[in-house]
């Protein structure tokens, strides 16, 4: 499995996801959750504790966590209400050449502006 995670994105492997972020007080939506799922050709679907380390070790976190964080706010661009997105990142990832050269707020800030949207 750890050669098969290279090119997990380019072979349309990796699947992005929303996790809805309900305020347990009002009931309402507030957020969403960037997810990422693995569909492996044999296995199935790929539990993120499986894959994400697997990910770390192949080299490939950064390539896919770059990847959700950019989905994560194009999709976040053409929301018209206020709500607000939370994307995972691991350590290695904000160690990683993406992150370690614009700082984690650069990388986020790098990632709208490549989504078309502007904070507020």
């Given at each position: 499995?750890?050669?098969?995670?290279?090119?997990?994105?380019?072979?349309?492997?990796?699947?992005?996801?929303?996790?809805?972020?309900?305020?347990?007080?009002?009931?309402?939506?507030?957020?969403?959750?960037?997810?990422?799922?693995?569909?492996?050709?044999?296995?199935?679907?790929?539990?993120?504790?499986?894959?994400?380390?697997?990910?770390?070790?192949?080299?490939?976190?950064?390539?896919i966590g770059q990847w959700v964080i950019e989905i994560a706010?194009?999709?976040?661009?053409?929301?018209?209400?206020?709500?607000?997105v939370a994307v995972n990142v691991s350590?290695?990832?904000?160690?990683?050449?993406?992150?370690?050269?614009?700082?984690?707020?650069?990388?986020?800030?790098?990632?709208?502006?490549?989504?078309?949207?502007?904070?507020?």
């Amino acid at each position: 499995m750890h050669s098969r995670i290279r090119g997990v994105i380019e072979a349309g492997m990796a699947h992005p996801r929303a996790g809805q972020l309900v305020n347990c007080l009002t009931l309402v939506t507030d957020g969403y959750e960037a997810l990422v799922r693995w569909r492996h050709l044999a296995r199935g679907l790929v539990a993120p504790g499986d894959f994400i380390p697997l990910a770390e070790q192949a080299g490939q976190i950064d390539k896919i966590g770059q990847w959700v964080i950019e989905i994560a706010c194009r999709t976040a661009a053409g929301w018209t209400d206020q709500a607000w997105v939370a994307v995972n990142v691991s350590a290695i990832q904000l160690a990683g050449p993406t992150c370690r050269i614009w700082s984690a707020p650069r990388c986020r800030n790098r990632a709208w502006t490549r989504a078309g949207w502007r904070s507020k």
